[in-house]
């Protein structure tokens, strides 16, 4: 089995879906690279192939991507050259499954071109503040905290803050959470429902700048806690969830299309029990976009 065949997808899939991908071939130089009984390979081709390798392979360097993906044409172009050959892409069954590959090709078409395509920044923008302006405003606490395995080692560790001892120093040395022990007990920022219910409680009811008094049980032991600051929950950045907007965007527009396009169609269902359970279904959760 050679290195490429080891790693591609199956090979109806990955045709399929080379051909869902041609739109998102870049624009460059369409070099020849190779041949293949006289057919160039070129650039762009490469770039084609690279897109139906395994992910892992994107972490290789770009000249290994390419080798890969040449090899990976090299084996396409031979073994479809010799089905051609044999004639078995005349075969009926062969036949439905190319008809299905356009369909799913002209699926992606219509999804790149008429949805994805004519979003724009200023969209995503305009989503992204209008999400912003709707969610309610939160708080949230920033903290420190000492974790032990009894009452008893709690209770001696206020003693020893009530006295002045440092509360980072406590923690570096007493502290058995591995997480933020190391750090003196440095939590960060966190808000409602990031924390187990005792401790968040307790967190959130403490004055900045005071410790709990009273150790705080949990699940993973006692906590004596400090809360640091406490301020208005900062939104995410724009940068920072734009992809996600895009991605929101793309199945609403997706979902509404798809609505208008079954509406001005007759689509019947002839088998009863495959349109109750269709029916089901897409009363549940729509149909997600594919590529």
Known sequence: MSFVTRHLRPLGLALGLSLAALHAVAAQEDKVVATINGQNITESDLTRAAAELDPQFAQLPEEQRRTAALSALIELRLMSAEAIAKGLDKDPEFQKRLALLNERALHGEVVDKEITAKITDEDIRALYDQQIAATPPANEVK??????????????????????????????????????????????????????????????????????????????????????????????????????????????????LAKQLRAAAKVDITDPELKKSLDAVEQEQPQQPQQ
């Open 143 to 256: 903290a420190r905290h000492i974790l032990v395995k009894t009452k008893e080692e709690a209770d001696a560790i206020v003693k020893q803050l009530d006295g002045g001892a440092k509360f980072e120093d406590i923690a570096k040395e007493k502290s058995t959470d591995p997480g933020s022990g190391a750090q003196g007990g440095d939590l960060g920022y966190f808000g409602q429902g990031q924390m187990v219910p005792e401790f968040e409680k307790a967190a959130f009811a403490l004055e900045v700048g005071s410790y709990t008094k009273e150790p705080v049980q949990s699940q993973f032991g006692f906590h004596i806690i400090l809360v640091e600051d406490k301020r208005a929950k900062q939104p995410p950045a724009f940068e920072q969830v734009k992809e996600q907007f895009r991605g929101a965007l793309v199945r609403e527009k997706y979902f509404a």
